[in-house]
């Protein structure tokens, strides 16, 4: 089944196109990687997803329902969630807090705070603490963890590993598995291509606000991919 | 000595109420980024209402105006922000709500005007106001008592409302980062239309207060603002307990000022206001920016 199929979705800021035409669609339980140099519209793309931005055309279905012209609080409340790039955790509340205003929305399912501090052992003793005392990765682990309390049905993951460590990157994407043995369907926007492709059923390269390539993430060809990433 | 102990404790009384008149304000400037200038009109229109409320209902004393009047201000503050407000909320021009506020402020002060006219009022307290409580030789006055007991109350209740609640996190949350808060599900202008109701009650709270200690006309809200700016700004922006450290501030300089120079009014309040944004710019709980 079809979770979110996206077609012909232009976004504008102002009187620049940021995308065109793009088409993506998810299905059920997959995970797809978006890949592309900075500044393809890779952020934008996710951010009209889930209905950040307003200045689109096009067709957003999620489970059914076309939500293109849904305010970003009312698709959250349908199962959709973003890990902010940047993470942008809440700064004056603590982890716990941070936490649990990723459940506002009360859907249940799996995902509980000692549930999220089983599958982030590191921060499980510092629900006290203030964001800012956590390292980078350890606050990319609150903001994957304050999304999921959603309990979800899609995860947007913004450039997760941005600025952290490799070893520290590895322990986040360890958790990936866990989040879709639940069922959950993921979209990652990466920039390490040979991770992004390790991770994901399928991948969308963008180029300039397009859709360069789309194909099975084990099939794509370093080749092709070039290509479709540098536009060469 | 006992001059000074009376000083002292009657300041504090009418810091608090002080405290109040900056609490909502600050708790709007806060979550919303958003300056009320109409805000001292709230605070006399509410003055208004229980002057004839309480002229209506003879025999009640009028403390007990506070409950029914504080609920109708929440619904007020509640529809201005929804129907007006809100609109320039999210202005990218920090003047519009400026300007919107400003331009209410003066249509509300005329409608006062028109409706009410220019008559000096204020709100009887019955016996009230006359009782004192006796401490060797010592005197305090039971109103400015129950008023500090009530802005104690108000402190301690909006800040386990904003501290403790689910409701208080989301508040934060759409403080912190609007467009975060609205992926976890949170509507802000919901919120601000909360905020605004929370905020015009306690404006409400202290407009019913000030009218029982003071007299008012319908331009007596700018004095009130000018007030309640001078808390906030001493307290330190975002600061709760430091609005109500600076409401004490304030009074305190107002009693001790009155007591060596009675024709000073309330400029010893502002002398005050100024010396702390001399020499502590910062405000007293604030944190000082690097």
């Known amino acids: 089944m079809k979770l979110l199929e996206v077609t012909g979705l232009s976004v504008f800021y102002g009187d620049l196109q940021a995308l065109f035409d793009i088409g993506v669609s998810v299905e059920s339980g997959q995970t797809v990687a978006l890949i592309g140099a900075n500044g393809a519209g890779k952020t934008t793309f996710l951010k009209a997803v889930a209905g950040l931005l307003t200045s689109k055309r096009g067709n957003i279905v999620f489970d059914r329902q076309k939500i293109g012209g849904y305010a970003a609080e009312r698709i959250a409340h349908l199962g959709m969630a973003l890990v902010p790039e940047g993470r942008l955790l809440f700064q004056n509340m603590t982890i716990e807090e941070n936490l649990i205003m990723g459940g506002y929305t009360g859907r249940k399912g799996y995902w509980t705070l000692a549930k999220i501090y089983d599958l982030f052992p590191s921060i499980a003793s510092r629900g006290r603490e203030m964001p800012f005392v956590l390292s980078g990765g350890e606050q990319q682990m609150v903001a994957i963890g304050r999304a999921l309390m959603a309990n979800p049905r899609l995860l947007l993951a913004d450039e997760i590993s941005q600025g952290l460590a490799p070893v520290v990157v590895d322990q986040i994407y360890k958790s990936f598995p866990a989040i879709r043995a639940e069922g959950t369907s993921i979209i990652i926007v990466e920039q390490e291509v040979k991770r992004a492709a390790a991770v994901s059923d399928y991948t969308y390269c963008l180029l300039k606000g397009r859709v360069t390539l789309a194909g099975r993430s084990e099939a794509l060809g370093f080749d092709a991919l070039s290509h479709a990433y540098f536009g060469t | ?290």
């Not at chain 2, 104690?152 to 980062?177: C, P």
């Open chain 2, 1 to 290: 000595m006992m001059v000074w102990l009376d000083l002292f404790i009657n300041g504090i009384c009418l810091g608090g109420l002080y405290g109040v008149l900056g609490v909502g304000l600050a708790l709007v400037t806060g979550v919303m980024r958003f300056i009320n200038i109409s805000h001292g009109e709230f605070i006399v229109l509410a003055a208004f209402v229980g002057v004839f409320a309480s002229a209506a209902l003879p025999g009640v004393n009028p403390l007990w105006l506070l409950i029914p009047v504080a609920a109708l201000f929440f619904l007020v503050g509640y529809g201005v922000q929804a129907l007006l407000f809100n609109k320039v909320v999210t202005a990218p021009d920090f003047l519009a709500p400026i300007l919107l506020t400003f331009g209410f402020s003066i249509v509300l002060q005329n409608l006062m005007f028109e409706v009410f006219g220019t008559n000096v009022r204020s709100l009887t307290a019955g016996g009230l106001a006359r009782q004192s409580i006796e401490i060797g030789k010592l005197s305090i006055g039971v109103l400015p008592l129950i008023t500090l007991g009530l802005a104690i109350l108000f402190f301690v209740a909006l800040q386990l409302l904003i501290s403790r609640t689910g409701f208080g996190r989301a508040i934060r949350a759409t403080a912190d980062n609007r467009d975060v808060a609205r992926l976890m599900g949170v509507k802000p202008t919901r919120m601000f239309n909360i905020t605004m109701g929370l905020a015009l009650s306690l404006a409400a709270v202290a407009g019913l207060l000030l009218a029982m200690r003071a007299t008012f006309t319908p331009f007596s809200g700018l004095a009130s603002l000018l007030v309640a700016f001078e808390v906030i700004v001493i307290g330190g922006f975002g600061s709760f307990w430091g609005a109500l450290l600076g409401g004490f501030l304030l009074g305190l300089a107002q009693l001790i000022g009155l007591h060596f120079d009675p024709d000073a009014g309330i400029f010893y309040v502002h002398v005050a206001f100024f010396a702390v944004v001399l020499f502590r710019p910062q405000g007293l709980m604030g944190i000082r920016l690097p």
